[in-house]
């Protein structure tokens, strides 16, 4: 089992690694390249050069891996709702990529069309995964079980919506949103493992050996963005693995990073609309620290040693 595990992290991080520039090259050549929003920062801007949807080769490499490494994995539930979730968000988020890079701007699906796609796959996730497993959630540290029954849709949908916009909100400077990920899916894999959910600990190895791959590339400078594609398909995958390993609400922590990203954009615009001032001096939050001065290396950096922090203190909770 740890030799698939080994020959799935390596097999899919030699394949990004060499695939990736060819990827860059006809990304290039058919002119996808980043579409940069008019409320960015200005020294953003250069950026627009860059290729997008390098999402699209860590999406579908590990799939493609796991499939040829995990026995059986067509006939395990958990791992269908995972792969599906997987390549099902991040077919949402190449179609946004698509419809940005087409129309030359920032607004590629409309939010109630993005809405309504998200809930559709939630909802068929949840009527694939109900009537095989328990629609309890148990509260860590004080292991609490709460039975939820029809709510479990609900908190499932949450999850989906929640993880994959959270990632796709922290996917703002070279090597941020990978990198925060590829350290929580870490974590995610001790657990699998700890839990002996082999199959899904394959998924997870492979997923970080083609997220390192990417990394080689989307550092800074980078060579190219994940894009929605990308964004949203992590984040699926962390709330897919959350939920097939009964870690609900362990996400929370582990995500913290996402979360914390995504609660300062709420607390920004409801501040904003109620108040008519601003809380934060931009966000998503990261841009506020480089307006402080703090160059974008450093940012990065120190989101990934927050997201290290948030992984080890959701492991000490789990191991509790």
Request: hydrophobic letters at 55%; glycine letters at 6%; aromatic letters at 12%.
């Amino acid at each position: 089992m740890y030799v698939r595990l080994i020959l799935a992290f390596i097999i899919s991080l030699i394949l990004v690694l060499i695939g990736m520039p060819k990827l860059i090259d006809y990304l290039k050549k058919i002119s996808f390249n980043q579409t940069v929003s008019e409320y960015s920062l200005k020294e953003y801007k250069e950026k627009a050069k860059t290729p997008t949807m390098g999402g699209i080769l860590f999406i579908v490499v590990p799939i493609i891996v796991t499939l040829f490494l995990a026995k059986g994995v067509l006939a395990d539930l958990k791992m269908i709702v995972i792969l599906l979730s997987f390549a099902g968000y991040g077919l949402i988020g190449f179609i946004d990529d698509y419809i940005i890079v087409i129309k030359r701007d920032n607004e590629g699906l409309r939010p109630k069309q993005k809405f309504i796609m998200q809930l559709l796959l939630a909802i068929i996730f949840f009527i694939i995964y109900r009537n095989n497993v328990s629609l309890d959630i148990t509260i860590p540290i004080i292991k609490v079980v709460l039975p939820l029954s029809w709510l479990y849709s609900i908190l499932v949908f949450f999850m989906f919506t929640g993880a994959s916009n959270a990632v796709n909100l922290t996917d703002g400077m070279d090597g941020l949103a990978a990198g925060c990920s590829f350290i929580s899916y870490i974590a995610f894999l001790i657990i699998a493992l700890c839990m002996k959910e082999y199959q899904v600990a394959i998924f997870i190895s492979s997923l970080l050996g083609a997220l390192l791959g990417y990394l080689h590339y989307n550092v800074s400078p980078a060579k190219i963005f994940m894009g929605d594609t990308g964004s949203l398909a992590l984040g699926a995958g962390f709330a897919a693995i959350a939920m097939v390993l009964k870690q609900e609400l362990l996400l929370i922590i582990i995500g913290g990073v996402f979360v914390w990203e995504t609660l300062c954009v709420i607390i920004q615009i409801s501040s904003v609309k109620i108040r008519k001032k601003r809380v934060f001096k931009y966000t998503p939050i990261h841009y506020s620290f480089v307006l402080d001065g703090i160059s974008e290396k450093r940012v990065v950096r120190s989101f990934w040693l927050l997201s290290l922090i948030c992984a080890v203190i959701g492991l000490v909770v789990y191991f509790i």
